[in-house]
């Protein structure tokens, strides 16, 4: 399910000229494969039991980079709209992110000091969870969220929402309509975005000349560093070190002033942008991240050469681990139903032989199955019944809570597996 490896030689001169594509920011051909993940289905198209098909579509999953603006992305994707078409993901539903969320709200509050003259603008607000902090303190704020049914839930919770995708066309009618924004809001998007050009233009036209724009997504060191390569699935397009996010906030007439380190998903960055024209003085972050990206040598292609080998060590260590527990008479199961867990299946080409089920809190994804590895996804009370000797924790970002909510499976000594960075296996 892998796809052809191939040498390190190959993958750093580049493919076949009749495949070459370009860099969905600057332009350039994408000529140096960064990690080649073989092929997957679609990460979020959960299979209905009754669906099953004998051939399910399996698409590319390569990673490029691009030698001239940094940026590493996908080179196929689907248009958006097929994509989004069936979003199940409330944010409401993750108490941690809703914390996360407050804390940015009350941080924001005190240091820019809006009030009800202000404009908040947040893309892709999903259900409101974020903007409600602010509808609660009088600040005028305005979501912008694509899908249907998240878009309707924060509507009705008195979020006022337009149900768009966000871009320079939109930001031009918001301004036209005397709308312009002191806080633009954009957090876990802009990796999700293929018009990334047209997406970061709308930054520019939306923003008002004094404004603050606030970008958080996964940071790409953090990704590498971690082996956090089952992150990587085709509703994710680009991943961004803090260099490429440089460059790109600079090809649009705005800076970086300043950039905070979170633990979220994995490791993230927020940055924190304004017009190029504005004088601002660079917080100590700025510089340090540059520091740090410069000396894993993310400026050129050296730093991302060990990357793949670092990945297929992962494969093989989960692999070895999965067989030795079936040779042995061991019972393993999974926990979670994340994106993470078909891309770490279908890379590692792990089915329901090796894996008995996977469990999930969430009643939209109990009774369907995994896409790619087909693992049935059952209630959590599965694991009391069967008592696993292992169990291989997916959302590796929320392992300890997930081993605490866990803790009753070590009364029959049940032990709790982790993927990566490498497979680790916790007594
Ligand atoms: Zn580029």
């Not at 140096?32 to 009754?50: H, W």
């Not at 040598?297 to 050469?305: A, H, M, Q, T």
Request: negative net charge.
């Amino acid at each position: 399910m892998a796809g052809r490896e191939r040498s390190v030689e190959e993958m750093v001169v580049g493919r076949p000229q009749q495949m070459t594509s370009k860099c969905r920011h600057c332009g350039s051909v994408l000529e140096a494969s960064f990690c080649n993940l073989g092929t997957s289905p679609f990460a979020n198209s959960l299979i209905e039991p009754q669906e099953v098909s004998p051939a399910e579509k399996h698409y590319p999953l390569e990673l490029f980079l691009c030698s001239n603006c940094l940026l590493v992305q996908l080179d196929a994707f689907e248009p958006p709209d097929a994509i989004f078409s069936n979003y199940s993901y409330f944010s409401s539903y993750s108490d941690s992110w809703v914390a996360h969320a407050r804390r940015y709200v009350e941080k924001i509050c005190s240091a820019y000091k809006f009030d009800q003259n202000s404009q908040v603008v947040e893309i892709a607000s999903n259900d409101g969870y974020l903007l409600k902090e602010f509808v609660a303190r009088k600040i005028p704020a305005l979501g912008i969220e694509p899908a249907v049914n998240v878009a309707k839930v924060a509507q009705e919770a008195g979020v006022p929402t337009i149900n768009r995708f966000f871009g320079s066309a939109l930001a031009k009618e918001l301004v036209g309509q005397g709308l312009g924004a002191d806080l633009i809001i954009a957090n876990n998007v802009l990796a999700h975005v293929p018009e990334l050009n047209d997406f970061v233009g709308g930054f520019k036209i939306l923003l008002k000349p004094q404004g603050v724009l606030t970008i958080e997504f996964p940071h790409l060191l953090r990704l590498m560093e971690g082996v956090q390569f089952d992150t990587v699935y085709h509703e994710h397009f680009s991943y961004f070190s803090f260099l490429a996010a440089e460059k790109l906030m600079a090809s649009h007439d705005l800076q970086i002033f300043d950039v905070e380190r979170l633990e979220t998903h994995g490791g993230s960055l927020r940055l924190y942008v304004t017009h190029r024209e504005n004088a601002v003085s660079k917080g100590p972050g700025v510089i340090s991240l540059r520091e740090e990206e410069l000396s894993a040598g993310l400026l050129g292609i050296d730093g991302y050469r060990k990357f793949p080998e670092m990945v297929r060590n992962v494969r093989r260590k989960l692999l070895r681990f999965l067989l030795d527990a079936e040779e042995n008479g061991k019972v393993v199961v999974g926990y979670g139903a994340p994106a993470k867990a078909v891309t770490l299946l279908s890379y590692c080409g792990v089915g329901a032989d090796l894996l008995h089920f996977t469990v999930d809190r969430s009643p939209h994804k109990q009774g369907r199955l995994l896409p790619g590895s087909r693992l049935p996804i059952c209630e959590p009370d599965r694991i009391r019944e069967v008592k696993p000797d292992y169990i291989l924790i997916f959302p590796w970002n929320i392992k300890d809570e997930i081993i605490d909510q866990l803790s009753y499976a070590r009364s029959w000594g049940a032990k709790f597996v982790v993927p990566i960075p490498e497979v680790k296996i916790i007594p």
